[in-house]
């Protein structure tokens, strides 16, 4: 069984400075991917970025890295220099190679940019 | 370069009637999936089909839930004799391949309210 754990309902930041989405994740896969995606009030799902459980890097695209410690079994978000349209809710979610591809998300996260 | 569509985009309903959903996928993409997402909760797995066939199906899928891709290509999902905790955003996502790491995109979803 898989599961997505995010700890913070809801994060504030002011506008142009970095912030943190946490996530921790469970899975007895020994191959699997993480994902970040932005829900905003619309509803459509918009993925974000990343990271393979082999990549030796922590993946990164454009303003958005992901923390990934494997050992912990963490993928936190960063967005650098946030923007008001970064305003939204963020969901960590995950897939395993032998669970067919179907994914596991969290809770997601309420991010609400200051301007 | 057409997303993934869905149709209808909102759907309100009295309890008890029948709705059905349609999900057109990205044409090259073999793997599509049905989730749901109620308010303040991340998407759940609902199943997912391999060209036309129905590969798994989730315990969140009752016997009032089915799910077809004639020919491999657009999916329906009908709610028979709805109820209230029916009331959900349904998305379809869709993907080349199974596996961790394969992108999956999302539809704009379909808003389901059942009075």
């Known amino acids: 069984a898989q599961k997505i754990t995010q700890t913070q309902p809801g994060m504030f930041v002011q506008e142009k400075e970095a912030v943190t989405l946490d996530c921790t994740y469970d899975t007895s896969d020994p191959s699997y991917g993480l994902f970040w995606y932005k829900q905003p009030s619309s509803g459509e799902m918009i993925f974000l970025i990343y990271?393979?459980?082999?990549?030796?890097q922590n993946a990164t695209e454009g303003r958005y890295s992901l923390n990934f410690q494997k050992a912990r079994k963490s993928a936190n978000l960063v967005i650098s220099a946030s923007q008001l349209g970064d305003s939204a809710m963020y969901f960590c979610a995950m897939r395993g190679n032998t669970n067919a591809g179907k994914s596991t998300f969290g809770d997601g996260t309420t991010l609400t940019v200051k301007p | 370069d057409t997303g993934v569509s869905q149709n209808p985009r909102h759907k309100i309903t009295k309890r008890g009637q029948n709705v059905t959903f349609r999900c057109d996928p990205i044409s090259e993409h073999n793997r599509l999936y049905w989730y749901r997402q109620t308010l303040g909760q991340g998407p759940e797995f609902l199943t997912y089909f391999q060209n036309e066939a129905q590969l798994e199906k989730s315990r969140l899928l009752s016997d009032r839930f089915s799910a077809e891709r004639p020919k491999g290509s657009f999916s329906t999902l009908e709610i028979q004799r709805t109820e209230q905790g029916d009331s959900a955003m349904y998305l379809c996502?869709?993907?080349?391949?199974?596996?961790?790491?394969?992108?999956?995109?999302f539809g704009p979803g379909t808003r389901l309210t059942v009075l």
């Open positions: 996502a869709s993907s080349q391949r199974g596996g961790g790491y394969n992108e999956q995109f």
């Open positions: 990271q393979g459980s082999y990549d030796q």
